[in-house]
């Protein structure tokens, strides 16, 4: 998540900080880059950080790992029958967010995880997934001088209140007992005023799912529920990505024959993950094909 704080809080003392724990550079971007996206792939952080070489990057990562206080922690994971061996995914400790803090002052925003990490060998490419998005997202911003203001996803976790439970942070609350979980939620600061995005990260071919997912979005949109949630006078979007094109396209063909969506067709933004990787992040599509902007 951009900081634009970041380069004014870090000063002089940045320098004996690194060099007592001993951080290249690159590692302290490795470090950087966990505390923003919480979880990433080995492939990830080599889009990340800079580093060309996955060996190296292993190199760097092992000395983050084997220390006497470890600042980077790992999970790893069998063979996929059709993939081969996933990738390990990687995340700070508690030790790396009192030294990045120290470096960076005591407000600087990290993610990372606070209890077992066992949900990631139930969902793991779709958390790599919405991570992706994440990535995109980041990217563009950096570049078009917007700043993401705040992004949350489903595998953040706040305490409920009650009986000590926890809920994901990127609920929006329909009723006192109702609730649907997005699986991100991303305000950008635009020179105009704050957006406010649901992001859904679709994996598979289940397209009466989608259907059903962006109906209670539609429920949630003429409630005003997202934009009252985080204290906005305008309406919210629904960023809908696609792991494969086709089942893209079959879900926009499925909205556009609902006549309950007629009215909020400017609420829905479509993209592929394969075109989020490779076109600006801005363009984007309603559901009857018509191309539109992220704002």
Not at 250 to 275: P, V, W
Request: hydrophobic content about 35%.
């Amino acid at each position: 998540m951009k900081n634009n704080s970041s380069s004014k809080n870090k000063n002089n003392t940045n320098a004996p900080k690194l060099s007592f724990y001993r951080l290249s550079p690159l590692q302290e971007k490795i470090l950087v880059s966990l505390a923003c996206y919480k979880f990433l792939t080995t492939g990830q952080l080599l889009e990340l950080s800079t580093v060309s070489d996955r060996a190296y990057l292993n190199k760097l990562l092992v000395n983050l790992k084997n220390r006497s206080q470890p600042l980077v922690g790992s999970i790893t994971f069998g063979v996929h029958p059709q993939l081969g061996k996933l990738q390990s995914i990687h995340y700070i400790t508690t030790h790396s967010v009192e030294l990045l803090r120290e470096l960076f002052g005591e407000h600087y925003p990290v993610r990372f995880p606070k209890g077992k990490h066992g949900l990631f060998q139930q969902d793991y490419f779709h958390r790599v997934h919405t991570i992706e998005v994440h990535i995109a997202l980041t990217k563009w911003a950096e570049l078009n001088g917007i700043e993401v203001g705040y992004f949350c996803t489903y595998f953040d976790k706040l305490s409920s209140g009650k009986n000590k439970g926890h809920r994901a942070e990127s609920a929006i609350h329909l009723s006192d007992n109702e609730y649907l979980i997005a699986d991100a939620l991303c305000i950008l600061k635009t020179p105009a005023r704050e957006e406010l995005y649901a992001i859904e990260m679709y994996n598979g071919n289940d397209t009466h799912r989608v259907h059903g997912s962006l109906f209670q979005h539609l429920h949630a949109l003429k409630k005003g529920q997202p934009s009252r949630q985080f204290g906005l006078k305008h309406g919210s979007r629904v960023l809908c990505v696609f792991e494969f094109e086709v089942y893209k396209v079959q879900a926009m063909k499925r909205l556009s024959e609902d006549e309950r969506f007629a009215n909020a067709k400017k609420h829905f933004l479509f993209k592929s993950l394969e075109k989020l990787k490779t076109e600006d992040f801005f363009e984007w599509r309603l559901f009857d094909g018509e191309k539109t902007g992220v704002f």
